[in-house]
Each structure stands twice: as structure tokens, then as C-alpha cells.
């Protein structure tokens, strides 16, 4: 029987209608499989959560630890309140806390973060958050160097995108070996990271040239596009609004190595000054506050030995700047109560 070319065309159709169909059906069934599988363990499926958490970046992992109910009380930042230790913050406080921060962002990546944690938390028992100079920034949209799944926190359009990315469907298939192992290990369910050692691997603190940058002073000239006017008191106050009244908000000013701090009365200086103020002014609409400030010239902040460079200091420190933060936390919970 010969092939008109009218049956040849509808050979040709059906072949492409199914194979568009097969694609769509692969598709769709990898979509329906990450979805039930929730590679990050987002909480949007439950089915295969197994209420640990997956070795992974603080970028991913803040879904899975950003919604336990177990911890009522949140660090959020970058490295510049990394070394605060949660489990040190539960104890002084008896608040159990969890340790939010994310190495490079700023402020849109720690809000993001915030916002998340808020949508898990209607009523925190305390809230930490670090102020640095990426606070400080001019462009209100806080623009950042290096990537970050806003897809993961969003919702769900966003997060179906998101699902669809290569780095997604490699963290699908890596989290279903991870459930189906029996002995899969587990990271730290409350974020806490020493992240000392990586440092000191570099050669901080022995190096002669990285010694030599530590101290390297600043100029007097602002950085570049922190100059202002400062966005974050606007964008700080709309996310304020959000907490409830009752919630101790602390703020940090993470310290830095005396030689990054600008000559006294610089343009810098000035500049950097205008910007805390601004914080603080926002910080002050709401009704349990506090700031606890290490950039007003700590004797702490002139020893070398407590910092890797400029603006990352070491364990001791740290822990003497979770000391401060705590007090500041249970003077917030005393005068709400009295």
C-alpha cells in the first residue's frame, strides 16, 4: 500500500504530538516527584520530612531551620554574627535559638530569611539581628554578588520555578539517597557552625601578608554607593511592623578591627555614624528594643589576636559579644513583664 503524502503528514503529527506528550508527562512527573520529595525539606511536603537536616550551605538549609517550631528565637546576619552560638544563647536566656545566618548577604537576603522565619513564628521569644555595612548601602534594592534562592522562601509559583533549575533536580535526587540510607548523616539542627578552623586552614593570623592587611587602615573617604541617603530605615521600619510588639528585637553593630574604623570626623566617618543613627531611629518604633554596639572603640577591638581581618572576629570575642546580646535580651523580657 503506498504512503500518500497526506498520511505521511499525519504519521509526522502524531509522532510530534507524541513525543510533546512524553515530554510533558516526563515533566510534569519530575515536578509532582521533587514537590513530594521537597529537596530542601521547605515543609510544603511533609510526606518524607524526617525532621533532621541534610548536610548542606546555611543558603538552602535556611527553609529547614527556618520553620522548626523548636526554636523560638533567631539569629539572623552573614558572617559577621556567625560566631554567636545559639546553644550559648539558650542557655543565657532560656530562649532555644537558632542560628539563621547566611555568609554574603545583606540586608534583602536577611530579610527574605526574616520573613520566613516570621511566617513559621507568629510570635517569637526574641529576635537577633546583625546591622553591618551592607546595611549601609544606597540602592534600596540591596543588590549582592552572590546568588540566593529567594525562590525557596517565596511561594509557591516561585518555588515550582525554582524547582525546576538543574541544582533543584540534582538536591531531589541527592535527598532521596539521603532518606533511603540508614546511617545518613545529619548537620546541626540549630545552625551553629565554628567556622574558626577554615580560617585558620588559610593561614589567618600567621600569614605575614594577611597580617599585614589587618592593619592596613581605612581611608576617609566613604565606600563607594554608601555615601546615602540610607534606604534601610525605611525598609528596617516596614519589617519592624511585622514583629510582634512583645518580641525583644536586639540589633548588632558587629565589631571591626580598629583599623577599619575611619579617622575621627572623616567624611567616612560622618557617614557611617549617619547610617547607625538612622538604624537606631528605626530600631525605636518598636516597643522592645535594643542595640548592643561594638563599633563605639572597645578595648576589645584594638587586639589582633581577635580577629582574622577586618571585619571577622575569632571564637573569644564572639563569645563575649553572645554574653552582651543575651543580657540585653532578658533586660528586654524583664521590663515587658514589669
Known sequence: MAVTPQ???RNWLSFA????LSVAG????YLALAVLIDPYDTGRSTLLS????????PRTASAVRGRDPAY????IGNSHIQLIEPAALTRLTGIPFVQLSVPA???AEQFAVLDWYLQHHARPAALVLSADSFWCADDPAFPSEHGFPYWLLGGWPDYLGGLIRFPAAQETVNRLGWLLNPHHKTAAADGWWDYERNYLSQGFGVDPAKKAALEK?????PEPHHGGPFPIAKRFRAELARIPGRTPVVVVFPPVYARAEPPPGSPRARVEAACRSEVRTALATHPSSAVVDWRDGRPGSTDPDLFFDQTHYRLPLGRTL?????????????????
Open 322 to 338: 553572645t554574653t552582651e546580646i543575651a543580657d540585653a535580651i532578658v533586660r528586654l523580657r524583664t521590663q515587658m513583664t514589669e
Open 26 to 29: 516526563v515533566f510534569v512527573g
Open 72 to 75: 523560638t528565637g533567631a539569629v
Open 7 to 9: 498520511s505521511a503528514d
Open 17 to 20: 504530538r507524541f513525543l510533546l
Open 217 to 221: 587602615p581605612v581611608g576617609p573617604e
Open 50 to 57: 524526617r525532621g533532621a537536616v541534610r548536610p548542606q550551605g
Open 105 to 107: 548577604t545583606g540586608p
